[in-house]
């Protein structure tokens, strides 16, 4: 199994390997409203290149704003590949990403797509309703493989996953039935994925309920929202995720985990706003003794919740089964994270209309519910453990609350039907009825495009909270920032991944947990240097900053460090390989106008 951390290079090899290969044969393939209503002819065009054999250098085209109807489910073989493909949507209703839904025909619906080789599909609407409107449970899968075969490979990008329930298998919009799968999700949006009747149980990405030897061997989620759904990822106690990774991501209104479980090995959560998250709450009974009663909860006597982010973090030798890795291996960061309540949903949660009033009034307090924490206290107990002499057990573990906010980032258009949401949650607090709690499902019958819902915020302070500068969440909802985060992306996962190798006092940037009182910056070191010198910083509170080397002609001839760092001392390395000798000057520049200058020296 894969057991190294998701590097930049593994990252990027799905693109290099996968789908940078040569250019393939389009087939361009007519919708329902172009042949006059006619259903299935992408599974018609897909039928053909597999009887040419033609598959796996083919890409189908399908038009803006045009309807796929599937007449039965695609089918890709072991050793077949299945790309499809349309152009990028625009602003106006005629560039809307084409939609692929199912045939009204009672016929086997159970997949979308039934997959044992790869999946490639760019700009594409997957509606899990047939074409009259109705919800149908189907999921796109991924099987194994034959033995000892490359692993199943799923990319998306532009992907809107809409209306999905758990699955004929009780899985997700994408459901993984392999020992080794790779998913990258990149700009995509997973949309009311709630189901008919459990509908706390839409998920992302699943294995299978109850099933075991499953495996992901990695999982990106980039400039992607999630609005309406229980879980993003679902893995249960007899399977694991090897390499998680969800960054610029925005989530509002989760019923459950963010992730589920604490069986995984390296994770990390960046950049992203996280709204409304584990809506179901937890009660006292959940965390105090059978001897302790609501004033010891209430006190704060009982034990703490575990996270919404995370289960939490199960250790290696409770999984119950054998990995190839240890504790000490495993490779944790989540920070740089806005992590929020409603008021209005947590006022709902000790005075919904009916059943929370009638448990307030029979003095049934411990009951009611409350909002989970980002990470249980638990998990950053483990992440923090520290041996006889105080230094910690696993340094590559690190939750990073000095760069994690709690505020109302003010959605323009939040996805939310408030009114039916609120219902919703207090049938499940109660007698687990279900209602439609979905945001516009009609929407996605009637195709609107752009959608309803308008996921940019007005919040200023979250909007230059992510690293570099850049706003929290994803990014699509700021498509004129677009393009220069995408300039600066690799310089923010190679920091990414510097915290996950080497913790927060990595070879990049050497921190101290002592917090200053001031902004320092320290004479570098060596000084007269050549090539390289460290330089030394300090801030007293997280926020933006900018260290920068100039010329003697006030040239900037390297930018060091650039956006929010969370307070502390740092270490960073100036590398002038490439300049001539000379006197230069390094800047620190901080929020309140704090500006700190000192020279240093290249002798070559």
């Known amino acids: 199994m894969k057991n190294a951390i998701l590097t930049l290079a593994l990252m990027l090899c799905v693109s290099s390997s996968l789908y940078g290969q040569a250019a393939k044969d389009t087939v361009e393939v007519l919708g329902f409203y172009e042949t006059g209503g006619t259903y299935g002819t992408l599974n018609a065009a897909i039928q053909a290149a597999k009887d040419a054999g033609n598959i796996n250098n083919t890409v189908f085209k399908l038009t803006p704003y045009e309807v796929y109807v599937l007449s039965s489910a695609i089918f890709i073989d072991h050793g077949e590949s299945l790309d499809i493909y349309a152009p990028k949507a625009g602003t106006d209703q005629e560039s809307a990403p084409p939609q692929i839904l199912w045939t009204e025909e009672e016929i086997d619906r159970a ?26 449970s189907s999921s796109v899968t991924f099987e194994n493989q034959e033995p000892g075969a490359d692993p199943e490979i799923g990319y998306f990008n532009g992907v809107l996953f809409d209306y999905a329930g758990i699955g004929a298998e009780a899985g997700g919009s994408v459901t993984v039935k392999a020992d080794h799968f790779e ?64 960054n610029h991501v925005t989530v509002l209104n989760t019923v459950e985990w963010v992730i589920q479980s604490g069986w995984l090995n390296n994770l990390s959560i960046t950049n992203s706003i996280f709204v409304n998250p584990y809506m179901l709450g937890y009660n006292s009974l959940a965390v105090c003794d059978d001897d302790q009663d609501y004033d010891d909860f209430e006190d704060g006597e009982c034990d703490p919740p575990g996270g919404a982010l ?6 290696v030798d409770s999984f119950g089964f054998d990995v190839d890795f240890t504790d000490v291996d495993r490779k944790i960061y989540v920070g740089y994270n806005n992590y929020h309540y409603y008021d209005w949903f947590v006022d709902w ?21 409350h909002p989970f924490p980002a990470v249980g206290e638990g ?32 959605f323009i258009v939040p996805a939310t039907n408030q009114e039916a949401l609120l219902v919703f949650m207090e049938n499940k607090w109660d007698d687990n009825a279900d209602i439609d709690w979905s945001f516009m499902p009609e929407a996605g019958f009637d195709q609107i ?77 060596p000084n007269p240097f050549n090539p390289s010198t460290e330089i030394t910083y300090a801030v007293p509170n997280a926020g933006a900053i900018s260290l920068k080397v100039y ?12 956006g929010r760092t969370h307070a502390g001392r740092h270490t960073v390395t100036f590398d002038a390989s490439s300049l001539p000798s000379g006197v230069y000057y390094y800047r620190l520049e901080g929020e309140g106008e704090v500006t700190l200058t000192k020279k240093l020296l290249l002798i070559k």
């Open 379 to 410: 998990s950053i107990a483990f992440m923090d453990s520290t041996d006889g002499n105080g230094n910690r057990v696993f340094p590559n573990m690190n939750y990073d609350a000095s760069n994690m906010y709690d505020v109302d980032p003010g």
């Open 349 to 369: 949660m000790e005075n919904c209309d009916n059943i929370c009033q009638d448990r307030t009034r029979m003095r049934e307090q411990d009951l009611l519910r």
């Open 183 to 246: 998913g990258t999700f990149m700009n995509s949006h997973f949309r009311n994925n709630a189901d008919n009747h459990f509908q706390y149980y839409g998920r992302a990405i699943s294995f299978p309920f109850q099933s075991t030897g499953w495996h992901y061997d990695y999982l990106l989620f980039e400039n992607t929202t999630f609005s309406n759904i229980s879980r993003i990822v679902m893995m249960e106690g007899n399977e694991y995720g090897d390499n998680i990774h969800l």
């Open 111 to 136: 997949y979308l797509v039934q997959s044992f080789g790869d999946v490639r599909m760019q700009n594409v609407w997957l509606r899990y309703a047939d074409i009259l409107g109705n919800k149908v």
């Open 551 to 562: 010329n003697t002609l006030g040239q900037v001839v390297a930018t060091l460090v650039e």
């Open 449 to 525: 495009w752009p959608l309803p819902e308008n996921m940019a915020y007005n919040n200023a302070e979250l909007q230059t909270a992510a690293m570099g500068g850049f706003p929290l969440g994803d990014l699509n909802w700021f498509p004129d920032q677009l393009p220069a985060w995408e300039a600066q992306r690799d310089a923010e996962w190679a920091q990414i991944n510097d915290w996950l190798q080497n913790g927060l006092g990595g070879p990049t940037s050497s921190e101290s947990s002592e917090v200053p009182t001031g902004f320092v910056l320290e004479q570098n070191y």
């Open 310 to 315: 995370i289960a939490g973090i199960t250790p």
